[in-house]
């Protein structure tokens, strides 16, 4: 059982640059979201999809971009990356949004 | 607006001690409560949850009983592992809106 697979699991980014963090899950459920997860902060949700081609932002969207293309994929791009977005990132994917979360392994980035 | 309050953390106990995690929540209509677990280096996993009033959840010795009258969900197990170290997050989920986590609470048991 694949679940929720995030990569890359580690990345360093220079300031500026910008990257995508990758997320898929096998479970054909309705809901995606991403959270951060900052030492003393809990999770704070960035965006979330209730389904194909549907997004909306969540506490703390600025400077993240998504979309949902397919029902499997959500991606999280980063256009330009700054310090402040040195984090660790986890997607979830649930069959609704309030319904049992699922997590994938967690993607630790450094932005110098 | 809906919210989930925990103790602070770190808790720190020594192996076989009971343990318990305080949760108190604010949410209008009839939320769906968790608790999950993240082990070092990994994701959040559902621990247990409950549905409705006086529902208990119970997983690997850990219980937790949804009291709609105190709007808590406490977490519980009679005897800790060192395997047990972790941060524990609880949550609540509603209908119609997105699970909300508390802040988490850090557990470190001593052999």
């Known amino acids: 059982n694949a679940g929720v697979t995030q990569t890359p699991k580690f990345q360093v980014l220079k300031t500026g640059q910008s990257m995508t963090l990758q997320c898929a899950q096998d479970?054909?459920?309705?809901?995606m979201s991403w959270y951060r997860q900052d030492p003393g902060m809990g999770l704070r949700l960035i965006h979330y999809?209730?389904?194909?081609?549907?997004?909306d932002q969540g506490e703390v969207p600025n400077g993240y971009n998504v979309s949902r293309s397919t029902t499997e994929d959500f991606p999280l791009r980063l256009l330009s990356a700054a310090p402040s977005q040195t984090s660790v990132y986890f997607c979830?994917?649930?069959?609704?949004?309030?319904?049992?979360?699922?997590f994938g392994q967690g993607t630790r980035l450094t932005v110098v | 607006g809906d919210s989930v309050t925990q103790m602070e953390g770190p808790v720190t106990l020594s192996e076989e001690a009971f343990l318990t995690i305080n949760c108190t929540y604010t949410?209008?209509?009839?939320?769906?409560l968790f608790w999950y677990v993240q082990y070092p280096g990994e994701g959040l996993q559902l621990l247990l949850k409950a549905t409705k009033a006086d529902d208990k959840g119970s997983n690997k010795g850990f219980e937790a009983t949804y009291r709609k009258e105190t709007t808590s969900f406490h977490l519980e197990k009679g005897s800790v592992q060192v395997s047990d170290s972790a941060v524990y997050f609880c949550a609540l989920g509603k209908r119609g809106d997105k699970i909300i986590f508390g802040k988490g609470t850090r557990l470190h048991i001593l052999p």
């Open positions: 979830a994917s649930s069959y609704g949004e309030f319904t049992e979360a699922f």
């Open positions: 949410a209008t209509g009839y939320p769906s």
């Open positions: 479970m054909n459920h309705e809901y």
């Open positions: 999809s209730v389904g194909a081609g549907i997004t």
